[in-house]
């Protein structure tokens, strides 16, 4: 029998959550940390977990640390904050995973600070929502050193359908950029059908289903539907984590026309006060919500 990995798990936000949970049913030993201490607390209440108080608590114990944190800066924050993942020694071979929505720079920056210390690294986001997490049905791409991905590979079966090795580091977060551009375009593309056929008259209980029916449709189109004939807006993926992503791809030289609309939209649905609700909620705004 293969000894399964010790993981240590920083991140308990909508993606974060279940992903532990299906770690913890699949039999491997998860310490959490999260910076509102509440909801690591919680969920060790729920399913009998161990929480830690720092990343660098997890250190010592772990063969992995998996982070699924907002952005950049809170992926930063576990190298650079207090009591950071430097500041105390790993107990073996340690290997740090990104599995948030990150640049490629900050990536790329990590990466080199952890190999000065002996540290590998892999950049692995996900394509994805809270369901698909739930279910255990991510698809996870992979930048890095591919023997590193061999040894992480085991907790990654347990977390998505399939996981991708796609050569050195952080040609995964390319890879994710390019995915949330075209889901970006995608959301906006729904919902200016949407508004399109409200102002003449059709509404969306109406159009829907014709869209889900015919090629236009697809997993996107299903998942939002309940979510904007029963105006639910909350949060699976947040509008401002979408504008976050359209706004690293910018900075990674999007230039192209539709993208470039998006990332406008976005920026201004989120300025109107959109961006801790779903990203669906670009509908509200270009409704003059
Ligand atoms: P979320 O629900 O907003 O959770 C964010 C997590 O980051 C929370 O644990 C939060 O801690 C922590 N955090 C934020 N700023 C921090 C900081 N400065 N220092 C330390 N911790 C910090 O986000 P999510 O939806 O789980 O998404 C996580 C990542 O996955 C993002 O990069 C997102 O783009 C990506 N992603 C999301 C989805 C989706 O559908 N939601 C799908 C694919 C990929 P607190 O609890 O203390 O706030």
Redesign the pocket.
Known sequence: MTEKLNIGW????????PMVKNLVKAGFEVTVY???AD?SEALSKEIGITVAYSPAELVASSDVIVT????D??VK??YE?DNNIFSAKPGKELTMVD????SPETTKYLAGLCAEKGITYLDA??????KP?EEAQ?VIMVGGDEKVYGKVKPMFDVLGKMSVYLGETGKANVA?LSV?LMLGIVTQGLAEAVVFARKNGLSAEQLLPLINASSVGGGLTKMKTENIINQDFK????LK??E??IRLATENGMDTPVGQSLYTTLKAAKEKGHGDEDMISVLKYLSGE
Do not use: C, H, Y
């Not at 920083?10 to 959550?17: A, V, Y």
């Not at 986001?125 to 809270?130: D, K, L, Q, T, W």
């Not at 949060?235 to 947040?238: E, G, K, L, R, T």
């Open positions: 920083i991140g308990l936000g909508n993606m974060g959550t999260n910076r509102s909801k699924m944190l907002s952005d800066a809170a924050q576990v904050g599995m948030s929505t990150v986001p996900v394509a994805g929502s809270v997490a991510l994710k949330n949060a699976a993926f947040a984590l979408l976050k992503d």
